[in-house]
């Protein structure tokens, strides 16, 4: 008998992971990515999964799921929670990929580490049923750590797993969590911790003007990279229409850097070391040449203002690199309010 795990990396899911293991079922664990939380795991992925069959003797794989996230967050069915968080359509889609994997695998059933009423959007009773049966996963998804207080799932029914030594948590207190921890020998897990960037007030803000149409491109058009970029450094719109993204330390200009595609522009201070910039689409989301140059020139300016203040000079000269040429420019800070009035 074998079962798919929805894995977050936070304590439930490790619990109930540990708790159908115990009865003896094989638990394939399955964590997915997406731009919007733990993407940074695919960076070290061989070693995040063998850190977590050591740490927990949970075997673990991870999948990126972010394409198909990007398309389901332009219009999530059942909307967004308090900021920009589509959770109910977010956990629909990772269990209908997870049943897909159950099917792949040879596995009879889905567990994940959901409690009941733990989360006011997504884990209602009512929410948890519409989740099931949207995902197309009704009676073959268990979430162990609450099974005594939902219905009997197939897994129970049929005996495969033994109902009576399952889970009956409710609400957002922690202690039966730790109680079970204690009783499975975990000691090292991690804290609840906000790790998806959609529930963030502030990042939330920013995504939903992106998605309402603030950038020179549509929102249904942006990439994987585009939303890495979201969540890097100072934002800002200019008024020609373009997208400026400006490091504030050596790691966020390393990773613009990275981040940087053959149509942007990317610009730096020529003398000295200062923020990078990226004018996002710099060659192609300009419809006239004087709009893409005034933009430009802005950039440089705003390179100025965020580069540390000595030696000051009425006008820098900033590097421009676009479309394979360096374009020199000469800039001076714009003032604060100006600043001010072009951020994202
Ligand atoms: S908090 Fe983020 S990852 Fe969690 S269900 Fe909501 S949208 Fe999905």
Redesign the pocket.
């Known amino acids: 008998m074998k079962a798919v795990a929805l894995y977050?990396g936070g304590l439930d899911s490790i619990l109930a992971c540990r708790m159908i293991m115990y009865q003896g079922i094989e638990v394939l664990a399955t964590q997915f990515v997406?731009p919007?939380?733990l993407h940074h795991l695919l960076d070290n992925k061989e070693f995040y999964c063998q850190k977590v069959a050591d740490q927990y003797g949970i075997t673990l794989r991870l999948e990126d799921i972010s394409h198909n996230y990007l398309h389901m967050l332009q219009r999530p069915a059942h909307g967004f929670?308090k900021n920009f968080?589509?959770?109910i359509d977010?956990?629909i889609l990772?269990m209908r990929r997870a049943r897909q994997i159950m099917e792949e695998v040879g596995a009879s059933f889905l567990i994940s580490g959901e409690v009941l009423r733990q989360r006011p959007?997504?884990q209602r009773r009512d929410t948890l049923a519409v989740i099931e049966r949207d995902a197309g996963v009704r009676g073959i998804l268990l979430r162990p750590l609450s099974a005594k207080r939902l219905n009997p799932t197939l897994p129970e029914v049929n005996g495969w797993v033994r109902r009576e030594e399952l889970g009956d948590l409710s609400g957002r207190g922690r202690s039966g969590q730790i109680a079970l921890a204690k009783e499975y020998g975990i000691t090292d897990y991690p804290m609840p911790a906000?790790?998806?960037i959609?529930?963030d007030p502030i990042q939330g803000r920013r995504l939903r003007k992106v998605h309402d149409g603030a950038l020179p491109f549509a929102a249904a058009t942006m990439t994987v990279t585009d939303f890495h970029l979201l969540q890097l450094g100072r934002q800002f719109l200019l008024p020609g229409g373009g997208w400026l993204i400006l490091g504030r330390d050596e790691k966020e200009n390393n990773r613009i850097e990275n981040l940087a595609e053959a149509d942007d522009a990317c610009l730096r201070l020529e003398a000295r070391p200062g923020p990078t910039a990226l004018l996002r689409r710099a060659s192609t989301c300009y419809k006239d040449e004087s709009a893409r140059n005034d933009d430009l020139q802005r950039a440089a300016g705003l390179v100025v203002r965020y580069a540390r203040k000595e030696p000051l000079r009425p006008e820098t000269l900033v590097r421009c690199l676009l479309a394979g040429a360096v374009i020199p420019l000469k800039a001076s800070a714009p003032d604060d309010e100006i600043c001010q009035s072009w951020m994202l």
């Open positions: 977050s997406t919007f939380f929670g968080n589509p959770c977010c956990k990772m959007m997504s906000g790790g998806c959609l529930t």
